[in-house]
T-cell receptor
């Protein structure tokens, strides 16, 4: 079983839709949770960073962590064509020497 | 401030050839990492370093070696390339804070094709 599971998609939505991206994990030691956005042929760039459980909002993006269910989500409101990319979740325990990534969900926002 | 840079951007090797990928960061980060990214597999950690002169194995270290002689540089070596090492390689760096590292900053990647 992989440490982090993520639906690869692709997910196709119309412009303006609310997008929900999710990851599940198996290691209860994970405390740090991140979402990265990766455009085609580019390196991942950090979108959201959350410690432990709860919600965090940044503009059109909201990250949620439910440690009891081992489930994290990223919501994108008013999605734009420029949001079309692959979204990777990542997690780490307190030692932070290693990060564990999901395989990524490819999102396409249609104009 | 260039962030994390990688050299080269693209390389074609024949089976059995060797090469070194160079990663450089100008953010004074302590921790550096090498990942490979393959379709459907996500990012997998090859080796990492928590400081100058130290390295450790990650999830998929076989066939690779690394060195961290200077804090700002992290080298990934392939001694005898194999077709299975065809991939996109990403370097990342992060800094420790309060006993834990903050999140990672990634380079633009190196595309490697082994024939």
């Amino acid at each position: 079983q992989k440490e982090v599971e993520q639906d690869p998609g692709p997910l196709s939505v119309p412009e303006g839709a609310i997008v929900s991206l999710n990851c599940t994990y198996s290691n209860s030691a994970f405390q740090y949770f991140m979402w990265y956005r990766q455009y085609s042929r580019k390196g991942p760039e950090l979108l959201m960073y959350t410690y432990s459980s709860g919600n965090k909002e940044d503009g059109r993006f909201t990250a949620q962590v439910d440690k009891s269910s081992k489930y994290i989500s990223l919501f994108i409101r008013d999605s734009q064509p420029s949001d079309s990319a692959t979204y990777l979740c990542a997690m780490s325990a307190s030692d932070f020497n290693k990060f564990y990534f999901g395989s990524g969900t490819k999102l396409n926002v249609k104009p | 401030n260039a962030g994390v840079t990688q050299t080269p951007k693209f390389r074609v090797l024949k089976t059995g050839q060797s090469m070194t990928l160079l990663c450089a960061q100008d953010m004074n980060h302590e921790y550096m990492y090498w990942y490979r990214q393959d379709p459907g597999m996500g990012l997998r950690l090859i080796h990492y370093s928590v400081g100058e002169g130290t390295t450790a194995k990650g999830e998929v270290p076989d066939g690779y070696n690394v060195s961290r002689l200077k804090k700002q540089n992290f080298l990934l070596g392939l001694e005898s390339a194999a077709p299975s090492q065809t991939s996109v390689y990403f370097c990342a760096s992060s800094r420790p804070s309060g006993g834990a590292a903050e999140t990672q900053y990634f380079g633009p990647g190196t595309r490697l094709l082994v024939l």
